[in-house]
């Protein structure tokens, strides 16, 4: 077996703004065991599918997806700020072998990455720099997005990529699942809000303080049930859920991304990042879901799920 999964949502309120004691040790637990599965596959790679929220990647450029040949964490919130372990030589073949595929994949000799990428690299692995990794950006904040089926086939070049290389890879998809945080739009945005989502790179303090204290007001508003961003959507939550424990994945081909936004909030786009990351693990052969946690968490904008999944060896076809 040399593929293995880890999807798991992000919140840069964790810690910032918790929820009851009972819900935070519950959650520590779910890590705990995604950090089990990652230890026990023991990855010697970790390819990471993971968005931006206007903290990298902006309108000045903006690729549906990208793949880092280099890259740095921003450090926003409570992640750590520096340079990944990217292993460029694996980042780079990756890029070549999808636009072989037919899929314009974008490269950067040097992304950057808000907590999207860095927080569940230091969730799973203690560290940002702890394994070496390749960050494959995936766009879920900016739109106009592209057909959910392309985000598919993007994970399945991905896996091809990697499954041939004989290496022991760990996917990570990293967002999700239904949520609507305040990330502004650059349709109908003030001159102000849309320079910053053109070229907003190093803001300063007071743009960076802004913006921490309106995404800590709507989760306290969202927890209260007094916000009117969208609510989270645990029904829809669990259907993203069994649809991938089921590897149904071309059954989201017709999830369009207006769907996604309506039916679970403007961030359910970060669902593509495991999309993606399962149809990278499908390409090994079928797979098994080994475990899933769900709680929606308005505490952290986040109908907040772990999944993890192994490459299904009885399965197997040769
Ligand atoms: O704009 C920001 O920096 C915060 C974004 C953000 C807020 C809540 C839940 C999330 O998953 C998320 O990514
Ligand atoms: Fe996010």
């Known amino acids: 077996m040399t593929l293995a999964l880890c999807t798991l949502s992000h919140s840069p309120l964790i810690g910032v703004n918790q929820p009851a004691p009972d819900v935070v040790a519950e959650v520590d637990g779910a890590l705990a065991r995604a950090r089990e599965h990652v230890r026990a596959f023991s990855p010697d790679l970790a390819v990471i599918f993971g968005p931006d929220h206007f903290n990298g990647v902006f309108y000045d450029m903006l690729p549906p997806f990208c793949v880092g040949a280099g890259a740095e964490s921003i450090g926003d919130w409570r992640t750590s700020a520096g340079p990944l372990a990217v292993d460029t030589e694996a980042a780079r073949t990756i890029h070549r072998q999808a636009l072989a595929a037919g899929l314009d994949l974008a490269v950067s000799e040097r992304m950057q990455v808000d907590h999207g990428i860095a927080q569940p690299l230091e969730f799973l692995f203690g560290s940002i720099d702890a394994v070496p990794v390749v960050p494959v950006f995936v766009n879920c904040a900016a739109p106009p997005l592209g057909p959910t089926e392309r985000i598919r086939l993007l994970g399945e070049a991905v896996g091809r990529a990697v499954s041939v290389s004989g290496r022991r890879v760990l996917l990570i998809g990293s967002g999700g699942l239904s949520h609507d945080p305040p990330i502004p739009a650059l349709e109908g945005a003030s001159p102000e809000v849309a320079e910053r989502l053109i070229a907003g790179r190093n803001p300063d303090e007071d743009t960076v303080a802004t913006r921490v204290a309106r995404v800590v007001a709507t989760a306290q508003e969202l927890a209260a049930g007094t916000s009117d961003r969208a609510p989270l959507a645990p029904e829809w939550d669990a259907e993203v859920m069994e649809t991938l424990a089921r590897g149904r994945l071309s059954e989201f081909d017709s999830w369009s991304p207006e769907d996604f936004a309506a039916e679970a909030g403007n961030a359910a786009h970060e669902v593509r990042t495991w999309i993606a990351a399962f149809a990278a693990l499908g390409t090994a052969g079928a797979y098994r879901v080994t ?16 999944m993890t999944a192994v490459v299904d060896e009885q399965k197997v076809t040769r």
Do not use: K
């Not at 946690?293 to 772990?306: L, N, Q, S, V």
């Open 291 to 306: 475990s899933t946690y769900y709680r929606p968490i308005p505490e952290w904008i986040a109908g907040f799920a772990i």
